[in-house]
């Protein structure tokens, strides 16, 4: 079945906005910086450990930030794309956004094949209930983010795409990270930058996992090419909003991989407009997390 929407009737989505995506960007900080003074304010073990899983959100908040900018979608300003992919978002990840896209954009054009670079991240799924929890189990208790982070360092690879490293890439990270417990430190408050790495080297760990089940394991056909086939649309939610998706329209990544040039913010009208007119109607779709992980399971 062909996806039912014209050229002249996807015009309209592939518009982009400067404002939007400035609110997506400054809406992430806004949130880390409301964590931190938030455990700055409640210094107690409960607010710390609530703060390690908000803080992973907005980790992955910034991964999407770098996703979309590397797609150059986010901003209609091109110079803003790369701006934000360079200085805001990526290198918070110890990550760089070029190399990135030229990995991700090979999977773009190789998903529903075995010739798709993340095809390992999903392609053993559905697995057992005792796989599942023994994958987050080792997510949360921090050895997948131990693991990954000695790669990356000992390699002289890039974490995600396994290729060679661009100059100054993991430098221009640890810069960054610095200049956030700088802050942290002038503030009064070294100390809360330890939550920021707690986060990333568990919570953080598992709301990848999450995100990789969520767009393409446990799907309706996994090798072929046809998008609502090999990948997954849902609405985000509570659960996603504060963690695995938390840009407006991530969760929508069947609408992604059909029309890569829409930016995030109108993924969901997309979704809409192509349920409305039967695009969707020979999937067993989902409206939750909780139910992709179900449809993860054997």
């Known amino acids: 079945m062909d996806i039912p929407i014209s050229k002249e009737e996807l015009k309209p989505f592939l518009q982009r906005s400067d404002a939007k995506a400035w609110w997506i960007v400054v809406s992430a900080w806004l949130g880390i910086a409301g964590i931190f003074i938030g455990a700055a304010l409640l210094p107690h073990w409960s607010t710390y450990l609530a703060a390690v899983f908000l803080l992973a959100g907005r980790q992955q908040a910034l991964a999407a930030i770098m996703h979309e900018t590397g797609h150059k979608t986010l901003f209609k300003t091109r110079s803003y794309n ?21 990995c991700h954009l090979k999977h ?5 094949t075995d010739q798709d670079p993340d095809l390992k991240n999903y392609k053993d799924y559905p697995v057992t209930k005792k796989s599942l929890i023994r994958k987050f189990a080792r997510d949360f208790l921090g050895i997948t983010g131990l693991k990954a982070n000695l790669y990356l360092l000992l390699s002289g690879r890039d974490l995600l795409s396994r290729e060679q490293r661009v100059n100054n890439q993991l430098a221009r990270g640890v810069f960054v990270n610095f200049i956030m417990f700088a802050v942290l430190w002038i ?32 799907v309706k ?22 963690f695995v998706s938390p840009t407006d329209g991530l969760s929508y990544h069947c609408e992604h991989h ?35 992980l179900k449809q993860a399971l054997r």
């Not at 993924?267 to 139910?291: F, V």
């Open 221 to 242: 056909d996994l090798y072929d090419l046809a998008p609502k086939y090999n990948t997954r649309s849902l609405p985000r939610g509570i659960l996603g909003l504060l």
């Open 82 to 102: 790369k701006f934000v992919c360079k200085w805001l978002s990526s290198p918070f990840l110890l990550m760089d956004g070029e190399t990135y896209i030229k």
């Open 258 to 292: 059909a029309f890569m040039a829409v930016p995030t913010y109108n993924l969901r009208a997309l979704h809409q407009l192509l349920k409305s007119r039967g695009y969707y109607d020979d999937i067993e779709s989902t409206n939750s997390y909780l139910g992709v």
């Open 187 to 218: 503030s009064g408050f070294p100390h809360l930058y330890a939550l920021w790495v707690a986060a990333y080297l568990t919570v953080y760990m598992a709301i990848i996992r999450m995100r990789q089940i969520a767009e393409h394991a446990g």
């Open 108 to 112: 773009h054009r190789k998903a529903g």
